[in-house]
């Protein structure tokens, strides 16, 4: 067995871990979770208990006190058991980093211990109505009024947005300024008037991950709960969004080798014409190019990996993995359904999931062709 280089016997711990309790408390409720479109409120605190929250924040704030190969073991763990409804990698891989990198002490020691206990939960409110992968476009504003701003706007797609406890809101300060002129802005919703949690969206995929509209009326935030400095927030989520997108393709390329892993099984089982489809020379070949792609997606991101534990990944390399990586996600479980023939539409069956579920993929985070253009500058 392939074992990437990136992990170590502590990392195996956690995997095996979190493995364990994803197949305990979060596989056997999917209808349920995909019914609701949100994952049970307590499902968090359980996960905060075992660790499974912000794992690579430093114990001092509450956390596990490992690094990102802590959190990527976990995100791989849910990704290979056909998961998509736990919204932890925003909250443990994004949204706690933007407070570790920008937050003062007094916010990293205010929110980052209640979120690795789960009483808090993250989200990160980027994406309107009109204005998606063109940050510049942005509508919602934060006026400053006194000790306060005051916020108003509305986000979509907002993932953890039902149970959101803490919301990094992208605003626009200084709105005649364009890109310059964005701020990050950290709202703690309980009890804040002009806060609303509007429809919870019905998705094609991803069914029970809890993604929501927001809106803010009039929204009043402490001065004090600015997020780095006014008008830096373009920069900050220009720095970020590079370790966005390595998560997705850690989640990508666990997706692909865990297809692969379910359609061998099944192919093998299921018999056609007096044989199992393995036998047929078609069937072998159609998995042997998904194997191959899957394994070079799990390399490719491997190599990220290690480059960003060093600190050395640069944002045209995190587009190549995450346009690459779900590119072959999408080929890979496309194939796979084919496989599965009939049963691989209906969605009892994991394939039909992660099928619907692996289309976005090439959508957040950046749409794939904005991942080229990226790319293309670099050149």
């Known amino acids: 067995m392939y074992r990437s ?21 979060l596989m056997p409720h999917q209808e349920r979770f995909a019914d609701q479109k949100y994952v049970d409120r307590e499902f968090w605190n359980k996960a905060g208990e075992l660790g499974l929250l912000c794992a690579s924040i430093p114990e001092e704030y509450g956390g596990g006190g490992g690094t ?9 763990a849910q990704y290979r058991l056909g998961d998509t409804s736990f919204g932890n990698m925003v909250h443990s891989g994004l949204v706690a980093h933007y407070i570790l ?69 992208v605003a626009k300060t200084d ?57 830096k927030g373009f920069g900050y989520l220009m720095k ?8 997705v393709a850690v989640c990508a390329a666990a997706a692909s080798e865990a297809a692969v892993a379910l359609t061998v099984a099944y192919t093998k089982e299921r018999k056609a014409f007096g044989a199992p489809l393995f036998e047929m020379q078609n069937t072998r070949f159609q998995l042997a190019e998904c194997a191959t792609l899957a394994n070079v997606s799990r390399v490719f991101v491997d190599s990220c990996i290690e ?41 009892e069956y994991p394939i039909a999931r992660m099928y619907a579920d692996a289309r976005v993929q090439r959508i957040y985070a950046g749409a794939n062709e904005v991942m080229k253009e990226l790319i293309a500058r670099s050149l």
């Open 5 to 25: 280089p990136w992990i170590d016997d502590e990392i195996v711990a956690l995997q095996e871990m979190a493995t364990k309790f994803f197949e305990a408390e």
């Open 68 to 76: 990102h190969a802590h959190d990527f073991a976990v995100f791989d």
């Open 101 to 169: 990198a920008y937050g003062t002490e007094e916010q990293r020691l205010r929110w980052l211990p209640k979120m690795a206990t789960g009483e808090l939960v993250g989200a990160i409110a980027m994406t309107e109505p009109g204005a998606g992968s063109d940050l510049k476009a942005l509508r919602t504003t934060a006026v400053r009024d006194g000790d306060n701003y005051v916020i108003n706007g509305s986000k979509t797609f907002i993932s953890n947005g039902k149970h959101a406890g803490l919301v990094v809101v």
């Open 175 to 231: 709105p005649s300024a364009g890109a310059k002129g964005i701020s990050l802005i950290v709202v703690e919703t309980e009890g804040t008037d002009g806060y609303e949690v509007g429809r919870l969206l019905d998705k094609v995929g991803m069914k029970g991950q809890d993604t929501a509209e927001m809106s803010f009326t009039d929204v009043r935030v402490p001065v004090g709960d600015l997020l780095g400095a006014e008008n």
């Open 240 to 247: 970020q969004l590079a370790h966005e997108r390595l998560v």
């Open 307 to 347: 480059r960003h534990l060093r600190g050395e990944l640069d944002g045209a390399t995190a587009s190549m993995a995450k346009s690459y990586t779900t590119d072959i996600q999408g080929q890979v479980v496309d194939k796979c359904v084919q496989l599965f023939g009939g049963y691989g539409y209906m969605l």
